[in-house]
């Protein structure tokens, strides 16, 4: 299983270089709530503004990509309240209705890590999985806000 790379190590890394003598030493719950903050605002910029982010020491951006999906999702919530006693009576012959994306004139939105350009060693092993919070407020803001015209597509 891959390793997870967490704000505990990343701690352990900058005490490293950040002996508790140096002017730019804090401590680990100082550290904690920085960190987090920069990666909540980060976060925010993101989604709200389409900002692309620049990830330091030349690994790559990260970004909203808008697409237009190849296949169609299915809206489970829709498809239980129009068709749930339906569908239990005929299991072989279900009916189902599918996200039509109106409001973002067929587009979605993911998140993206270009590592076109990054300098990493085998970088095709790396990949970005946003935090579930990250992903539905990217969908609410598509949905509330059509931020889906502000995304690289």
Do not use: C
Not at 40 to 67: A, R, T
Not at 78 to 101: C, M, Q, R, S, W
Request: charged residues 25%; aromatic residues 14%; positive net charge.
């Amino acid at each position: 299983m891959a390793k997870r790379h967490t704000l505990t190590n990343i701690y352990k890394n900058y005490v490293h270089d950040n002996l508790p003598n140096s002017t730019n030493y804090v401590n680990n719950k100082t550290f904690k709530k920085v960190t987090l903050l920069f990666f909540k605002l980060l976060s925010n910029e993101i989604i709200e503004n389409g900002y692309e982010y620049k990830v330091p020491s030349g690994m790559g951006y990260i970004f909203i990509k808008k697409f237009k999906p190849k296949k169609k999702a299915i809206d489970f919530k829709l498809t239980n309240e129009l068709y749930a006693k339906y569908n239990k009576d005929n299991p072989t012959n279900k009916k189902v209705i599918y996200h039509k994306n109106n409001h973002s004139f067929g587009y979605a939105g993911r998140w993206y890590w270009n590592k076109t350009n990054a300098i990493l060693p085998n970088k095709g092993l790396y990949k970005l999985e946003p935090i579930r919070n990250n992903k539905r407020k990217l969908a609410a803001s598509i949905k509330q806000n059509n931020t889906i015209n502000k995304y690289i597509g």
